[in-house]
């Protein structure tokens, strides 16, 4: 339910439920964190011994303060932040229910890596996973070496797995531990402390330049590095050697992240590798995901400030429809990243909590039926007006479209610190490059600019995810079109700088300026 509040805010009332997908360490602890904080919270998973070890009590299972689904799949889910509507099936029943939060904890595989190091498995060479299930029957006086680091690169999840099994071993009666390391990534809580910890104990670690020489006869197993300070081959026959293990995504968390509608990283892995998201946020409000302790104790922290009391209070003028002029082509459904808009009334509606203002859904809308806020067309037609205007007082008469996250702020840094800049040089703001489309790009031209500019976020830095790459597309398009016209494509350039980079933002603007006058 929206009530208005104020000419600018409304209440938006959500759903004080929460909704955890998955039921392994991460999930169960961030289940037992937002249970805490009063919020009732309903966990896919099943009931293991893992619920005690992540902090879920019996009492709150008992009070019902948790509950663990059994055998029950997402099959889909509709609605927005704070009204999550969500479809579930148990064989072949269905039920539907309404979250207001969505964890998400990702339940990933594990390989071994043998193969890229030329080695075979068997009782004696095994992996991570097999070591860690082994760990307590390893017999006294053995000597255990640890692969890591050289047929994929390293993360602190794999780094923390090799310390924790090193220092165990070295803590075993005349058992001795010995790590072959292309990096040690200690980039996570607690990592420096159990290196530490375990140099102490009297586990070597080995970083060598190139993979070790390992030869492999039946049980017996030979690893040779080069010593780079006695430059001499130092030769080592373990008793049982550990090879590290690559992450599979599994075509469960990809299913996942399809029905949520939230991304993926490169790998497929979640969330998506942009800095905004870091360390539990997914690109949709309302909809987070952990992979380990921190992530859970930062998703309760947003979960409490999603949801408060029940009653959420937002800005009412993000995006707007023009129900007359939408013709449910679903444009703006497809191209917003962050899942704001849904159908109302036989036309699209904007949802003001889960909207962000980005402005990519009213470019990309083919018969103009959004408007955004405080930079409706109209308004940004004026300003590039005025821009024109007031630049060609001067040659050449630049204007560029500034995303106000990064470049807008880089500009005006350039100006404050006396970065010298070109006299006809002007800036556009605009709430993300996303939102740059090419009717605004051509009306500066027309008004008479001689070159223009869209400065956009980095790749992977953009709050819109993808606001900079719909802002290239256009850029690329338009550059076509001004070449077939024979009006020259280097009159528009694209480029992305971040809002810490007022040197190097002068330079391109400075660039691009001198090219125009060639």
């Not at 961030?30 to 893992?50: E, L, M, R």
């Not at 095994?126 to 299930?133: G, N, P, R, T």
Request: proline share 3%; aromatic share 6%.
């Amino acid at each position: 339910m929206t009530t208005e509040n104020s000419s600018n805010m409304v209440d938006i009332s959500i759903s004080k439920d929460v909704l955890v997908v998955g039921a392994g360490a991460a999930g169960l602890e961030a289940a037992a964190k937002i249970a805490a904080q009063g919020y009732k919270v309903s966990v896919i998973g099943t009931k293991t011994a893992c619920a005690r070890q992540s902090g879920c009590s019996s009492e709150m299972f008992d009070t019902g303060k948790v509950s663990i689904m059994e055998n029950v799949s997402l099959e889909a889910l509709a609605g927005v932040t704070g009204d999550f509507r969500v479809t579930l099936t148990k064989g072949s029943e269905k039920m539907e229910a309404i979250f207001g939060a969505v964890v998400v904890a990702p339940q990933y595989l594990y390989a071994p890596l043998n193969g890229k190091y030329g080695i075979t498995l068997n009782n004696k060479v095994m992996s991570q996973s097999q070591f860690e299930a082994m760990l307590s029957n390893i017999p006294a006086g053995s000597t255990v070496a640890f692969l890591t680091g050289f047929a994929q690169e390293g993360d602190p999840v794999s780094t923390g797995r090799v310390l924790e099994s090193a220092l165990a071993v070295q803590k075993m009666e005349n058992c001795n531990a010995y790590i072959y390391a292309g990096n040690v990534k200690v980039g996570a809580k607690g990592l420096e402390r159990t290196f530490t910890q375990g140099r102490h104990a009297g586990v070597v670690c080995f970083k060598p330049a190139q993979m070790p020489t390992i030869e492999q006869i039946a049980d017996t197993i030979t690893i040779t590095v080069k010593d780079p300070v006695v430059r001499t081959d130092i030769e080592l026959n373990p008793d049982y050697l550990v090879v590290e293990e690559g992450l599979l995504v599994g075509q469960q968390n990809l299913d996942i992240a399809a029905t949520l509608r939230i991304d993926t990283d490169f790998y497929g892995l979640l969330p998506s590798n942009n800095v905004h998201r870091f360390p539990a946020k997914s690109n949709r409000d309302g909809i987070f995901v952990v992979n380990n302790s921190l992530d859970a104790a930062n998703a309760t922290l947003r979960v409490r400030e999603l949801i408060g009391n029940g009653v959420r209070t937002v800005t009412a003028n993000s995006a707007k429809v023009d129900e007359d002029r939408c013709v449910i082509c679903l444009t703006c459904y497809r191209s917003c990243p962050h899942g704001a808009i849904f159908w109302q009334n036989g036309a699209a509606a904007i949802s003001p909590a889960a909207c962000q203002g980005c402005g990519i859904c009213a470019s990309e809308c083919p018969m103009d039926a959004i408007q955004l806020g405080d930079f409706t067309d109209d308004s940004l037609r004026e300003s590039i007006k005025d821009a024109v205007e007031s630049a060609q007082k001067s040659s050449p008469s630049i204007v560029a479209f500034c995303c106000k996250n990064s470049a807008l702020e880089a500009g005006e840094a350039a100006k404050h610190f006396g970065h010298q800049m070109p006299e006809g040089f002007r800036m556009v703001k605009v709430p993300c490059a996303g939102k740059v489309d090419v009717e605004f790009i051509m009306k500066a031209f027309v008004e008479g600019a001689d070159g223009v500019m869209v400065a956009a976020c980095h790749e992977g830095n953009c709050k819109a995810e993808r606001g900079n790459i719909y802002a290239k597309w256009r850029v690329n398009e338009i550059q076509k079109r001004l070449e077939n016209m024979g009006l020259g494509k280097d009159r528009l350039v694209f480029t992305t700088i971040a809002s810490n980079m007022a040197k190097e933002f002068a330079c391109k603007v400075n660039a691009f300026t001198a090219k125009l006058k060639a």
